[in-house]
């Protein structure tokens, strides 16, 4: 532990490849994020229809179109 604030740190400071690296995978991990999200609404979209909760014809359900 440092004997004052003026003594340097031990931890290694972070450099701008690493900052780099990091918003990468940031940006990668709201992007598979997102691909998670929209693929849940497609599947359950096709359970739904496939259930018969949505109705493309004239019985009972959901009506997509009127």
Known sequence: MPASLDAPSLNPRTT??????????NGLRWAVILM????????????????????LDDQPGLHLFP
Request: glycine share 14%.
């Open 16 to 25: 701008k490849s690493r900052k780099r690296g990091r918003a990468k995978h």
């Open 36 to 55: 998670l999200l929209l693929n849940i609404l497609v599947w359950g979209g096709m359970i739904a229809l496939t259930r018969g909760m949505i109705a």
